[in-house]
């Protein structure tokens, strides 16, 4: 067995840290999510923001946009031109698939300036994409409300997740330390 750790050490050394800083990650998350209950930003702040620029993109694109807490549930309510289209929840505002980039790039981390910075700029855009992503997601529902199924659950969490991957595979083979290195 301990030959087997030392063979697979970088291997093993990737998957205890990424978990490491995922579960740190997310536990902190969890608690944010709980405190931030009966705040005055429903249904919690990150949340709250993503849906009122999201309410902001689409009203500068000319549609009369509304965005209105849900009644029934932690959600807001996406309303655009007084049709009832979708629900922006805790899920939609990008911290969970933020939390499993940074545990990525922290796994496979370099120096600590160039992984911090890294950090910053992928997860900034990893936001801005996702308030695009919802953009264009009320839009195709609002005009093609038929294919609500594919947009929602195939398309746009592609272009998420797809993002994640190509800036994963950008740190990896430009600024991880093991780039050079054959495990």
């Not at 840290?17 to 579960?23: D, K, M, S």
Request: aromatic letters at 16%; hydrophobic letters at 50%; charged letters at 10%.
């Amino acid at each position: 067995m301990k030959s087997l750790l030392l063979k697979y050490k970088l291997v093993v050394k990737f998957i205890l840290t990424f978990l490491l800083v995922y579960i740190a990650l997310s536990v902190a998350y969890k608690f944010y999510l709980q405190f931030s209950d009966g705040s005055k930003y429903y249904p919690d702040y990150m949340t709250h923001l993503v849906a009122i620029q999201s309410e902001a993109l689409l009203n500068s694109l000319g549609y009369h946009v509304q965005m209105m807490p849900h009644p029934d549930e932690p959600s807001m309510k996406i309303i655009i031109n007084g049709t009832y289209l979708a629900r922006i929840i805790e899920g939609c505002n990008s911290i969970s698939v933020i939390i499993l980039f940074i545990s990525f790039i922290i796994a496979f981390a370099s120096n600590l300036k160039t992984t911090f910075f890294y950090i910053l700029s992928g997860s900034v855009l990893i936001y801005v994409v996702n308030l695009v992503r919802i953009v264009l997601l009320s839009l195709l529902l609002y005009h093609y409300p038929k294919h609500q199924a594919i947009l929602h659950s195939v398309v746009f969490p592609g272009i998420i997740y797809g993002l994640v991957f190509l800036l994963w595979v950008f740190w990896v083979n430009r600024f991880s330390k093991i780039k050079g290195t054959h495990a």
